[in-house]
């Protein structure tokens, strides 16, 4: 099953790299420019369900890695196939410093929050997508905070040590 | 009439959890929904970067609060694949029957909200007595009643106690004994009808479109569920059935939930009687050294709200690199609730938003 996928992807993408972890894993890394048209490709061939989308920050590579996981619901409702067995990672790198990358929410609608969420807390830009506003923070960080270069705990420590505790307000020392 | 914008929750007295609906009414009807997540963002995905393989096991469970044990099952399941560490096979059905006292002890909490929301409140508070009898299950077997930190990479922290098989039968036959109960006071009763039938439908291209998982899909009649497809611990070591119904209302979705609860009472059994002898657990490397091999996995199970599913990568070191957690919440909460609300009144936000099942924790993490 996952072969034969293989061997599809390759024939209309040749500079797709392919491999396949385990029996029911599909990774496949593509330059920027092509996950719009796979994931396109990838709707068409019955994997219309895009069950999340996730960054890594490669900082010693300087690049973000976007991830694209894509499933198949049931072909009919009482049996089960090959194909929803699989998951397929779709994989692309941009840069840091250029960090912008297109909307993917013309295939699926629910890219929807993750690109949101992507957007706030590794700012990355995506073009196109009608409602980047925030989602789950309620601070503007100078630096988005799931970036490798945001030090949860220097962070933490700048923060609340400026506010004294009440044991040193009640003994005097202020 | 005149447009007017309304603040539904956090505090509201409809909302059940630290959530909140910016909605847009004209008089009653709802016109426009927007989700506003992020009142319990508390950044565990980043944190769990600073900290060992081991200690993040005291974070997962907190994701979701009503079900931690299947967040367990999810990061022991990546550690495992990540490690290449084997789980013996008693473990397997120790974590499957674990795994669906959670799920029934989940629908209990969620049929708590749902009938207190209808204003049934008898029912909700029959419902929070019967997990209550759950959670002395889990206290039993693994010492707390709410977050219990039991699975673990290569298999469960202990094995049962002696004669707990004798005790989980005899707590479920209990609960059992009240469905009877349940279905003359709220399952069939012709207010519950009124109120949920043809209310929140979320059809099937809707829900495909949307990205939905567990009861809403299954409520449009797919028998999708990841137990079956991609079986883990011992689900494909007995029979069950898959309950489904086939309009999407919020009455559907309520009734897939109380089937299901009465397939997991069964699969219990049938686990518990096959349940092998021998060890529950493979040892794992000291964990204040266990560094992971480098790599990336991806792995998913059911949990009592729809698929999970969970993205870890390991650059060789003591921590993780990355992890990312994909909770059914997520676009149940997000995208199809925002889609729903439209044209519905602001009586039925709750309604709605308790048959979607939505638990804000898990949108937030």
């Keep these: ?174 | 009439m005149r447009e007017l914008e309304l603040y539904f929750g956090p505090q509201h007295l409809g909302m059940v959890g630290n959530f909140s609906i910016t909605l847009n009414v004209e008089g009653d009807r709802i016109i426009k929904a927007a989700s506003n997540p992020g009142y319990l963002h508390r950044g565990f995905e980043k944190l769990m970067e600073y900290r060992t393989w081991i200690q993040n096991f005291t974070l997962v469970c907190r994701i979701n609060v009503i079900e931690p044990d299947s967040m367990e099952l999810m990061y022991s399941m990546a550690v495992e694949d990540l490690a290449g560490i084997e789980v013996p096979e008693r473990a397997e059905y120790i974590r499957s029957i674990y795994l669906e006292l959670a799920r029934i002890g989940s629908h209990l909490f969620g049929l708590w909200a749902y009938a207190n929301m209808l204003g049934f409140d008898t029912v909700a508070n029959w419902a929070m007595y019967h997990r209550d009898l759950i959670l002395d299950l889990f206290e039993e077997i693994t010492g707390a009643r709410v977050y219990h930190m039991y699975i673990w990479p290569g298999g469960v922290r202990r094995d049962f106690p002696k004669g707990l098989k004798g005790r989980i039968v005899k707590t479920l036959h209990k609960i059992g004994s009240g469905v009877p109960d349940y279905d003359d006071t709220f399952f069939n009763s012709r207010l519950f009808y009124d109120r949920a039938k043809n209310v929140g439908t979320v059809t099937r291209k809707q829900a495909l479109e949307m990205g939905a998982v567990g009861q809403v899909l299954r409520a449009t009649g797919m028998k999708y569920d990841i137990r079956k497809i991609e079986p883990y611990a011992a689900y494909d070591k007995v029979d069950w059935a898959i309950p489904t119904r086939e309009d999407g209302d919020a009455y559907s979705r309520i009734w897939v939930v109380r089937d299901e609860m009465i397939e997991s009472v069964h699969m219990i059994f049938k686990l518990l009687d096959d349940m092998p002898d021998g060890s529950v657990y493979n040892r794992i490397p000291n964990p204040f050294k266990w560094k992971v091999p480098a790599g990336e996995t991806y792995v998913r199970c059911e949990s009592s709200r729809g698929e999970l599913g969970l993205y870890m990568a390991s650059n060789g070191g003591d921590k993780p690199y990355r992890v990312h957690f994909n909770t059914p919440s997520y676009s149940h909460g997000l995208t199809i609730l925002e889609e729903v609300l439209k044209g519905e009144s602001i009586a039925d936000v709750g309604n709605i938003m308790m048959s979607l099942y939505i638990v804000a924790p898990e949108i937030d993490r």
């Design chain 1, 1 to 174: 099953m996952n072969q034969e996928l293989k061997k599809k992807i390759n024939s209309s993408f040749p500079s797709a790299k392919i491999s396949l972890p385990n029996e029911s894993r599909v990774v496949i890394e593509v330059n920027r420019d092509a996950i719009i048209s796979v994931l396109s490709f990838l709707k068409n061939m019955g994997y219309e369900h895009l069950s999340m989308v996730s960054c890594v920050d490669w900082i010693k590579e300087d690049e973000f890695e976007l991830i694209y996981f894509l499933n198949a619901y049931m072909e009919n409702d009482e049996e089960y196939g090959e194909i929803e067995k699989s998951t397929i990672l779709l994989k692309t790198m941009i840069s840091r410093k250029e960090a912008k990358y297109i909307t993917a929410i013309g295939i699926f609608a629910s890219a929807e929050p993750y690109e949101r969420e992507i957007h706030e807390l590794f700012g990355i830009y995506f073009e196109g997508h009608p409602r980047l506003t925030h989602l789950l923070l309620e601070r503007d960080y100078e630096i988005p905070p799931f970036r490798k270069d945001f030090d949860t705990r220097k962070y933490v420590k700048e923060f609340y040590e400026e506010i004294p505790f009440v044991e040193d307000r009640e003994e005097g020392k202020e």
